[in-house]
Every structure is written in structure tokens, then in C-alpha cells.
């Protein structure tokens, strides 16, 4: 490390230091506290991490003294810091070594975005990228015109949900991946009408080529990890869950920890495949590695169960309409999850399981129910990501395992995804897409989460969607039209259930509510500044609302009072 960067971390040490040690005063706001017993207050003072005081202004003049920052907010919001319950902090790799696909609308801007990535790396062995929409047609590039732009080196472009790849050529060579290729477990490669693979890889067989890619740097690592947390300050996140944790992001972490660098709290979630070999020790090594609570920690497993619906692979119990049988597809055998799940948690890890069909939700259900059997105590508070589907027999189920259901309530509106599955599942189950308020009326723990880079982080942008049921743009380029979108049919959750999600029911989720997630005394003080008070506002301008200042253990971590 050079001394020029040495001196430069020390000294932002040194501010973050200064900046924490001084009292704060915050007077004159409107402070939303996602507490029940105080639901709002006038006045906040905090000192180092800590928050002394929750109240009306006239009683926090006992806590200011001479030498107290006092911030006079005439008015504006304060919240809880949010909480993103299920993000990919590494996909801000497009904005350090990888080709940003996202937000674009046709293949011809696909093209030439291609186009100029690869004179952007010329030396790369893989022309990595990411963000097309696997279900829109008008975004598959296929393998032809992938070789006009490379002909000579392979290409990677992963889809913007995760679930599919388009290659090139070279990259389909390098693979050994040919006509007579068999389609793997839980995935497919698909054919043109030569019957030769087109280039786009579905599911598991998206991997086959990526496992040959070399690995990224660990210098890119960090700068993607980096700025993914810088991201998501800016839109007063101050907590994480990094959803798809592998080896070789444990260092990077681990360097911004012990760098100073971390600007939110970081949960990890340790992937498991079904080809896990049942190493439990590792994992637990890995955990211990990576444990620096209330700052780091890694207690969760990863487990990607099915695909989306949008392209009919998330695992549905009744086949999808016009279809012959097609029930979705499924990572994992019942047998595998029977007897994992009970190993894993019996070891204290806590499973967050991508669970988009009802049929996969009920199976890890199950697996969860022959763990309390095996351990002879409840589950460890197991998280269900995502939830299109869910079967209303599966609601106690759900509660019997103590378990919270995450939601990405942005997808909850009429757009061209849900355009591209409603003509291939019921009418009801369409109403009830992502039961959010439903699953919490029954007494379901429900949380906030982005899926970043899949769509916009901001937590305002879900919220907004959420209570309004319209179209709110997945990325932030794009423009927003609420008096002319349609409405998303279905029960809608309040203001108060959306907030909760994103910070007193997220620590909940965590086992984190005696540090954070709620503005009171002797919590950490992990805070928001909005510009004005969207309670008040119409709920279609949520969105829009500007963060003025996020606060993190005391220290300014994005703008200023």
C-alpha cells in the first residue's frame, strides 16, 4: 500500500473518530420512529454511536450543552436508517470491471453498448457484462450477432434477474457446449432451429461457462463492494445482506473492515449449491472469520431453491397454463433439503432461501419442519426472499418456523414482467402476486429488499410501488409517469408496514432490534434525514423525496446537516 493512501485512510480514521465523539442535537423535526410506544418525537440527541435522547425539544435542552452540534431541521423527516434485506453488493461491478447492460430497451442499444465495452477492455480474457432482460425478446442478443461484435474472445452477459446468460461462439467452445450437449439439472441450453445452441444458457446451464471465467481481482473486489455500500448511503441505507456470498468476497469484506471502510452493517449470506459437498466445518470457519458483529457478521445460507416466472422456471405447484405439465424447476432434491437444513441449523446458521414459486416455498417448508424434529427446537428465524407465489395453506406454516418473508415490492406493478407471466398463471394467484400485506395481516414478519443490481436500490422506489400499486422505474434513468400508469390489482400494504419492513421488522429478521432498527434511547444511532416529511405527502411523490443526510454509528456517511 503506498504511503499516499496510508496517510489518506488514516485521516479519514481520524475525522470518522472526531465526527463520532461529538454530541449531536437534532431539534425542530419530524422524527419517525418505527417504535409503537413513541411513534414520533420532536427532538434527537446522540453521542459517539449512541442515541441519549428521543422527545419533545423543550426536554432535550437538558442534553445540550455549549460544545453540542445543534441542527435546527425546520421541520424534515428523520427515520431509522433502512435496512436492505436482500442486495448483490458485487454487481456494482458494472460500474468498475463489467459491461452495464441495465436499463437498456433494445438489442440495438445492447449492440452498441457491447460494442463500446469492448474497445473499454481490450485486454480482458472474457468480456464480462450484465443487466438484459431475459423475457423481453427485443433484449436476446443470440450467439450471430454476439460474434459480429467478438468473434475472437468469449463473452458472458449475464441477465438482469440472474437466471440466464447469453455467450458467444468462443465462450460455447471453451464450454464444449455443442448441439449434442445434454441439458443439466435445473437447467437449459437452449437450441435455434438448426438445432444448435443459440447462445442463451437458462438456469444452471448459465454456470458451465462462467465456472471457466477467471476470477476477479480482489483490487476490483473492494471497489465494487465499495461502491455498492456508497449507493446504497446515498439512499439512507445503513444496513445490508450481501445475498450471494462466495469465498472469494470474504477477503474483500474483510479488507474494508479492516480498512474502516464500512459504511453500512453487513450480514452475509454464505451460498450453498446442490452440489454442496456438506463441509459444515468450513462454513463454520468462514463465519468465524467473518464475525465483527455489530459491524460484520455471516450467519446465513444461501439457497437459490428455483428460478422467476417470468420465463416459467420458479417451482410452482400447479402447472403453468397452456403449458404441458410444466411445473418450473427446482435446484435441490427434498432429500438434500431434509437432511441439510436440519444440519445447518443445528449449527446456528439461519437460512435465506430464494423462494419464488409456491412449490418451492412449500419444500423448504417441509425441510424446515424435519429440522425442528432433528434439533428438537423451533428454526433460526429462516428468511423466504422474494415470494411471487404462496399457497394460503403455507401461511401457518410459515409462522410455525418463525420465519420472515422478504419482498422486492418495485416488481409488484404492471409492467412488462408482469405483462410476460400473468397469461400463464391464474387470475387469483395474479391478484395476490407477492402477498406482502397479506402474509402480514396473518401475523408473517415482512421485510424490504432491492435485489441490487437487479433494480434501483433506493428503498423510496418499493415503498412507492407498494402502497400505490403503480409503476415505479426499476432503474433511476428512466422516467416517472404516476398519473398515467395502471394499477396493480390486490391488496396493498400502508405506509407504516412498508416502513417497518425496511427497519424495525428488518433488524427483527436479523436478531439486530436491541441495536437498531428503531430510533430510542441507547440504540446505535443509524439514522435518515429526508428533505420533507413523505407521511404527509401524496403517496405517488414518495418517491422522488430526496436523502439529505445519512447517519451511521454516529458518523456522516453520505451528505451533511
Not at 245 to 264: F, I, M, N, Y
Not at 292 to 317: C, H, M, R, S, W
Request: a negative charge; aromatic letters at 10%; proline letters at 5%.
Amino acid at each position: 500500500m503506498s504511503s499516499r493512501k496510508i496517510f489518506l485512510l488514516l485521516a479519514l480514521a481520524l475525522s470518522l473518530s472526531a465526527q463520532a465523539a461529538q454530541r449531536v442535537a437534532l431539534i425542530n423535526g419530524e422524527i419517525y420512529t418505527a417504535n409503537d410506544k413513541q411513534p414520533w418525537a420532536e427532538a434527537l440527541v446522540y453521542e459517539s454511536d449512541t442515541i441519549l435522547y428521543l422527545g419533545d425539544e423543550q426536554s432535550a435542552q437538558a442534553f445540550i450543552t455549549p460544545a453540542t452540534q445543534v441542527h435546527d431541521l425546520k421541520g424534515k423527516l428523520v427515520t431509522p436508517g433502512m435496512h436492505d434485506m436482500h442486495m448483490h453488493a458485487e454487481t456494482a461491478s458494472v460500474f468498475v470491471h463489467s459491461c452495464n447492460l441495465y436499463a437498456l430497451r433494445s438489442k440495438q442499444a445492447i449492440i452498441a453498448k457491447l460494442k463500446e465495452c469492448v474497445q473499454q477492455y481490450p485486454d480482458t480474457p472474457w468480456l464480462r457484462g450484465e443487466g438484459w432482460v431475459s423475457y423481453d425478446e427485443n433484449q436476446v442478443v443470440y450467439k450471430e450477432d454476439l460474434d459480429k461484435v467478438l468473434p475472437d474472445r468469449p463473452m458472458w452477459l449475464m441477465a438482469m434477474d440472474g437466471h440466464s446468460a447469453l455467450v458467444n461462439s468462443k465462450a460455447l467452445a471453451l464450454s464444449g457446449i455443442s448441439a449434442s450437449t445434454p441439458d443439466p439439472v435445473a437447467g437449459t441450453i437452449h437450441k435455434n432451429g438448426k438445432g444448435e445452441p443459440s447462445g442463451l444458457l437458462v438456469e444452471s446451464a448459465m454456470w458451465i461457462p462462467e465456472k471457466l471465467m477467471p476470477r476477479v481481482s480482489l483490487v476490483d473486489q473492494v471497489k465494487s463492494l465499495a461502491k455498492a455500500m456508497q449507493l446504497a448511503n446515498q439512499y439512507g441505507i445503513t444496513s445490508i445482506v450481501e445475498a450471494w456470498e462466495t469465498p472469494s468476497l470474504d477477503t474483500a469484506w474483510l479488507q474494508l473492515k479492516d480498512e474502516g471502510r464500512l459504511t453500512t452493517r453487513v450480514n452475509l449470506a454464505l451460498l450453498v449449491e446442490e452440489d454442496w459437498d456438506e463441509n459444515i466445518e468450513l462454513l463454520k470457519q468462514r463465519r468465524a472469520a467473518l464475525d465483527f458483529y455489530p459491524l460484520l457478521k455471516a450467519n446465513q445460507i444461501k439457497l437459490l431453491t428455483d428460478g422467476i416466472v417470468e420465463i416459467k422456471t420458479a417451482a410452482v405447484k400447479e402447472p403453468y397454463l397452456g403449458t404441458n405439465d410444466d411445473k418450473g424447476m427446482f435446484y435441490f432434491t427434498q432429500e438434500q433439503l431434509n437432511k441439510w437444513i436440519p444440519l445447518l441449523e443445528g449449527e446456528g446458521f439461519q437460512i435465506h432461501a430464494h423462494t419464488i414459486g409456491d412449490r418451492a416455498m412449500a419444500n423448504v417448508l417441509t425441510a424446515l419442519e424435519r429440522s425442528r424434529a432433528v434439533n428438537k427446537r423451533g428454526n433460526n428465524q429462516p428468511m423466504f426472499i422474494h415470494n411471487y407465489l404462496v399457497d394460503k395453506a403455507d401461511v401457518p406454516r410459515l409462522k410455525e418456523a418463525s420465519a420472515s418473508a422478504n419482498f422486492s415490492m418495485l416488481w409488484r406493478q404492471y409492467d412488462i414482467s408482469a405483462q410476460s407471466y400473468k397469461p400463464f398463471i391464474s387470475q387469483q394467484n395474479f391478484e395476490r402476486i407477492m402477498p406482502m400485506a397479506e402474509l402480514h395481516e396473518a401475523g408473517v414478519l415482512v421485510t424490504g429488499g432491492s435485489d441490487f443490481y437487479v433494480s434501483q436500490i433506493d428503498p423510496l422506489a418499493a415503498i412507492t410501488a407498494a402502497v400505490t400499486g403503480k409503476a415505479v422505474p426499476y432503474y433511476r434513468s428512466w422516467p416517472y409517469q404516476p398519473d398515467s400508469q395502471p394499477v396493480m390489482p390486490g391488496k396493498k400494504p400502508d405506509l407504516d408496514t412498508m416502513m417497518k419492513a425496511y427497519t424495525i421488522f428488518a433488524a427483527q429478521a436479523q436478531g439486530m432490534e436491541d441495536i437498531t432498527g428503531s430510533l430510542e434511547k441507547g440504540k446505535r444511532a443509524d439514522l435518515v434525514v429526508f428533505d420533507k416529511n413523505f407521511f404527509k405527502d401524496v403517496p405517488e411523490y414518495i418517491y422522488g423525496t430526496q436523502v439529505l443526510t445519512t447517519v451511521f454509528d454516529g458518523n456522516i456517511v453520505y451528505g451533511s446537516f
